[in-house]
T-cell receptor, first 110, second 115 residues
Framework: LAKTTQPISMDSYEGQEVNITCSHN???????ITWYQQFPSQGPRFIIQ???TKVTNEVASLFIPADRKSSTLSLPRVSLSDTAVYYC???????????FGAGTTVTVRA | NAGVTQTPKFQVLKTGQSMTLQCAQD?????MSWYRQDPGMGLRLIHY???????DQGEVPNGYNVSRSTTEDFPLRLLSAAPSQTSVYFC??????????????FGPGTRLTVL
């Protein structure tokens, strides 16, 4: 499994864009990049998944450069309710032992 | 759909006691897994299953057993509880995608305290 590195914490203010970068230097050809969000006392929730270039949904965007050795989760115009821990995972269809690292704690202030 | 359900929500055990954490899903997912999350840390995989009758160990399997007799249910058994097993336990399920690993759906968690 490709190991991931992401910042421990990030602070932001309401209305700003938050970008969280995840490094995964040894990503394999078949690996996808997936991001989850976790609020306190809840299980993680899927946000977005991508393989290359850019993926966008109603919640976030995921930017993946051509070499795929990193990826950036972009949260547009955050609100207080976006305060959570965000996890970056890398794996393919045969990677059953998915690992959630410590994640990035994003704190949004008024 | 109820999604992924877990029971109980809270449990207090004494050292040496055994118990079973229940997990069920109604989405016909092949993959099910158990994670534990200690305070301020990420989730660590305990055991997983890719279908009925098939289970395997994750990152931290010691002290836990699992079985998968049906697609829907994936119980986690603590054989002899220890204070180090005090944690929040999450069950998750997903389809086994043909490309990337499909979206995992998580249950609400079971908060376990071992005295």
């Amino acid at each position: 499994l490709a190991k991931t590195t992401q910042p421990i914490s990030m602070d932001s203010y309401e209305g700003q864009e938050v970008n969280i970068t995840c490094s995964h230097n040894n990503i394999a050809t078949n690996d996808y990049i997936t991001w989850y969000q976790q609020f306190p006392s809840q299980g993680p929730r899927f946000i977005i998944q991508g393989y290359k270039t850019k993926v966008t949904n109603e919640v976030a965007s995921l930017f993946i450069p051509a070499d795929r050795k990193s990826s950036t989760l972009s949260l547009p115009r955050v609100s207080l309710s976006d305060t959570a821990v965000y996890y970056c995972l890398v794996g393919g269809s045969n990677d059953y032992k998915l690992s959630f690292g410590a994640g990035t704690t994003v704190t949004v202030r008024a | 759909n109820a999604g992924v359900t877990q029971t109980p929500k809270f449990q207090v055990l004494k050292t040496g006691q055994s118990m079973t954490l229940q997990c069920a899903q109604d989405m016909n997912h092949e993959y099910m897994s158990w994670y534990r999350q200690d305070p301020g840390m990420g989730l660590r995989l305990i055991h997983y299953s890719v279908g009925a009758g098939i289970t395997d160990q994750g990152e931290v399997p010691n002290g836990y057993n699992v079985s998968r007799s049906t697609t829907e249910d994936f119980p986690l058994r603590l054989l002899s509880a220890a204070p180090s097993q005090t944690s929040v336990y999450f069950c998750a399920s997903s389809y086994l995608g043909t490309g990337g690993f499909d979206e995992q759906f998580f249950g609400p968690g079971t908060r376990l305290t071992v005295l």
